[in-house]
Each structure stands twice: as C-alpha cells, then as structure tokens.
C-alpha cells in the first residue's frame, strides 16, 4: 500500500466516522484502490477519487433539481 492510499484511507475513515462522509463512498473508494493496487500511482489513485467526487457532484445537482421540482424549495 502506498503510504498516501493509506494516509488517505485512514482520513477518509474518520471522516465518515465523524459523519461527513458515507459508508457507500469510503467502500466505494476503498474497492477502487484494490482494484487499481494499493501500489498504484498517486495519479492514478488520485483520479479514482476526482472520478468519485464527479460522480457525488452530479448526484447532488440531480437532488437539488428534484427538491425544487418536488417541494419548491431551490
């Protein structure tokens, strides 16, 4: 394991223990890196979680739109 995927790993575990970050991101995450390898480049690791944050940005557009739609509430 890299020293910064385990930094990273280890950080991102106690945010979601402070309750900042979901169960689902920190295995989402976690299962990206091994399949990548814990050796992989910082790049690469560092893309995996730029991909993640795309994917969790896209969601919270789509949740503001439907709270508007639904409740209209912007």
Known sequence: MSTAAGYFIS???????????????????????RKLSWRADDAVLAASVSTQIERLEKEAVALRKLRALCFGVA
């Not at 309750?19 to 920190?26: D, H, L, R, S």
């Open 11 to 33: 950080l991102l575990a106690k945010e979601r223990q402070a309750g900042i970050v979901t169960t689902e991101t920190e295995q989402h995450l976690k299962h990206d890196f």
